[in-house]
């Protein structure tokens, strides 16, 4: 069993690595009061090619392994959370269905501007009434002629506001069991607009904006729908399965971050004459630390090797990715709080960031899937017959 990374997923590491340290990690503080969205990193992002990791070279992008894009993720989540929300968008959520579902044409055309990073985009199923379950979604696409035309209100859709393109889940009928059958379409918003509505205020990562999307009467061409007709539960299902590792990394990012901090603290920080890190109690609290990160880390890499093997539709890949983002945001939430109990007052005040990366960590507990839905994929899994 050979754990080691190959020299170029090293390679690929340390450059971004080497990018959010020196770029990323110096601005951080100031993106996250400001609540705005970084164009300029992001761009920047793309000028490294980290918009299109996943997306082949034929198409503009780099084209690396998914264990290799999992590691840039998570070396930008360290720095920032919210820059590591757009990577995970582009890749994960947007050219992810794009390259399974898309047709030639669709592929062609899209998949180049989303690896330069000329365009955004978004992956748009949650709505007000409808997010662990999307199959209760109230959007709709009824045909007209040539078009599909939508109307619906998506909601808390990343990057939604500045998106240019938008992987879009409607209502186009009933099946014969009486199930809604739900079909993906790819908005392209020059061609087919579709308006921001609320963006949200949130706990934490205030520069990756959320917002609402609202689709009027939106006339998408026949051409743009992704896959085949009322089969867009399961590629929503099979982006999301995926996206649980992107999620996993990103929580591997925010614990490593706040841990590294919380290490360093307690060796310069003295009470009763001493460093803090020499009373047992704070020493065990890191060394519990260290055993949730390398425990997650293994996780994911165990799951992102079993995706190449089997794809992301193998149950089995299924269900440990589900445990792979369960375990990864559980513990994130514990180490970025025992990252605050280390720092004491101290883990309280913006400066030090480590009660910002407990906030970013509390996300994660939310997005793709809960965890309450992960233990409901992990446990049908376990119980099958
Ligand atoms: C910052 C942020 C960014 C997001 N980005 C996106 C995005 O880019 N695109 C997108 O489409 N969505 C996005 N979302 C939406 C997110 O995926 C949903 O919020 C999430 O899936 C949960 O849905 P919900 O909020 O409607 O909660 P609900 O589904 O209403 O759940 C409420 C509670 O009930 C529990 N629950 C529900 N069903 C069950 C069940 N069967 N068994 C046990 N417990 C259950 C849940 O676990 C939860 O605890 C984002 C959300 C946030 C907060």
Redesign the pocket.
Known sequence: MDFSLTEEQIMIRDTAREFAQSEVEPKAIELESRHEFPMELTNKMAEMGFHGLVIPEKFGGAGVDYLSYLLVEQEIARASISLSMTLG?QNS?VAIPLMECGSEELQKKYLPKIASGEWLG?????EPGA???PAGMATTAKRDGDHWVINGT?I???NGSVSKLAIVWAKTGTKPDGKAAITTFLVDREQSPYRTGTIEH?MG?HASP?TELIFEDCRVPASHMMGKEGEGFKIALSTLNAGRLSVATQCIGIAKAAYERAKRFSKEREQFGKKISEFQAIAFKLADCAVGISAAELLVQKAAWLKEQRGARDPEFISLAAQAKLFASEMACRVTDEAVQIHGGYGYMKEYRVEEFFRAAR?ME????????QR?TISRWELRD
């Open positions: 968008a959520l978004c992956f748009a199923l949650t997010g662990s379950d998506k808390y859709i990343t949130k990562v959320t996300l939310l997005v793709e899937g809960t965890s309450e839905i409901l």
